[in-house]
Nanobody, 123 residues
Framework: VQLQASGGGLVQAGGSLRLSCRVS????????IGWFRQVPGKEREDVAC?????????YADSIAGRFTISRDNGLNNKVYLQMNNLKPEDTSLYYC????????????????WGQGTQVTVSS
């Protein structure tokens, strides 16, 4: 099982970024994939998750309406996080992960995650 996040960068407040998570070792039809973020010294914040059977999504209140999670179940086997109207408080290291369960939960237990991708939003 491998997950690899990419797409981070430096953007001004109000700007957009799209993060990608390449998944290998299993199909997106089998397990839910979530995005979470963490600033060093602070607790992890679950940002978004997409369930495997039906693509049901859940979002953190802090990003609802600004971020959208989606997936490509085909050959790409990728999950995306479209982030719009970014704010300085969105600055963090973003990770994608899976708990090897088909459904998302509000407090996901992640068993596998990739290296993070840094998102920095300037004011």
């Amino acid at each position: 099982v491998q997950l690899q996040a990419s797409g981070g960068g430096l953007v001004q407040a109000g700007g957009s970024l799209r993060l990608s998570c390449r998944v290998s070792g299993f199909s997106l039809d089998d397990y839910a994939i979530g995005w979470f973020r963490q600033v060093p010294g602070k607790e992890r914040e679950d940002v978004a998750c997409i369930s495997s059977p039906d693509g049901t999504t859940i979002y953190a209140d802090s990003i609802a309406g600004r971020f959208t999670i989606s997936r490509d179940n085909g050959l790409n086997n990728k999950v995306y996080l479209q982030m719009n109207n970014l704010k300085p408080e969105d600055t963090s290291l973003y990770y994608c992960g899976t708990g090897l369960t088909p459904f998302c939960m509000r407090e996901m237990k992640y068993d596998y995650w990739g290296q993070g991708t840094q998102v920095t939003v300037s004011s």
